[in-house]
């Protein structure tokens, strides 16, 4: 039996203005976008006008194509112990957020950070502390914080570390999950196999992280389950597997979330990788749970 899929889509290019975006979206038959709004290895970007978020928001109702997120600047580091650091990563996630309001799109997700050459509890109070020194996001944007590799001491590596980063910052409800298929597999859940898909269900239901996702990353790994090091592969070409996608596709609390590719391009405007990954993707439907 079929199982209706979740919006699906991939991470595209901005060459030329954020308004390219969705055209590029429809291009390779996505429902949904994620986009970086700035260069994403520079702290600030040119400020957008309002004549790029008009552009934008007519290109998204032309194509049909919703920018579902923002990804912000991989330079921000909220774990870090460098003062200075550690402001300007609190403005540049400022000018994200500013800019995710200016255009209308609903998440902002970004990576927690990294302690450092400290012990984790450190780097995850003070990732706690910027986010309650932050306050609230601008009304209509959620932030979503990413689970990731463990590479280089990054935190949020398991559903416990993600859990105690949003109760140390008070559990606010602008502030939710987004998951990486490929991150979960190289952190250690090995999710290509049934009892390993079980087991994160169950660290995610015991810490009540189910109802936060409100986005995935679909990615394959390059690297070897718990490898701490952070490849992407296309879909069904790495080391995680068809199931494992055809699981997260059809778990009735993922259905109507929104799922992205980002995958490996070999340019910016790759959109044959994007268009076969999409299509693998779509043709797991058959099965569900």
């Known amino acids: 039996m079929r199982v209706k899929l979740p919006p699906l889509g991939a991470h595209v290019s901005t060459a030329g203005g954020v308004s390219t975006a969705p055209g590029r979206g429809k291009t390779i038959g996505a429902e949904v976008i994620q986009i970086f709004s700035k260069q994403q290895t520079r702290w600030m970007g040119k400020a957008l006008e309002e004549d790029d978020a008009l552009a934008f928001r007519g290109e998204s109702e032309r194509t049909g194509v919703r920018t579902v997120a923002i990804h912000c600047a991989y330079l921000i580091n909220l774990g870090t112990a460098r003062e200075s650091l550690r402001t300007r ?9 500013s800019r995710a309001a200016m255009l209308g799109v609903p998440y902002l997700v970004m990576h927690p950070g990294s302690s450092g050459e400290d012990p984790e509890d450190a780097g995850i109070a003070r990732v706690a502390s910027a986010l309650k020194e932050f306050g609230r996001f601008p009304k209509g944007v959620t932030l979503l914080l990413e689970n990731t590799a463990g590479q280089g001491n990054s935190l949020g590596r398991s559903m416990e570390q993600i859990r105690r980063l949003l109760d140390g910052c008070g559990a606010p409800p602008d502030v939710a999950v987004c998951l990486d298929s490929a991150h979960l597999f190289e952190a250690g859940y090995d999710i290509a196999g049934e009892s390993g898909w079980e087991f994160l269900l169950g ?72 268009i076969r990954n999409l299509a693998t993707l779509r043709g797991l439907a058959g099965s569900g749970e």
């Open 89 to 97: 990563s609190l403005y540049a996630l400022e000018d994200e957020a």
């Open 203 to 274: 660290e995610m239901k015991i810490f009540g992280l189910l109802p936060l996702v409100r986005m995935w990353h679909l990615n394959d790994s390059k690297t070897d389950l718990g490898s701490r090091v952070d490849r992407h592969q296309h879909i069904g070409q790495g080391k995680i597997g068809l199931d494992a996608f055809r699981r997260i596709l059809a778990h009735k609390a993922f259905r109507e979330i929104p799922m992205v590719l980002e995958t490996p391009k070999d340019g910016e405007d790759d959109f044959e990788m994007d």
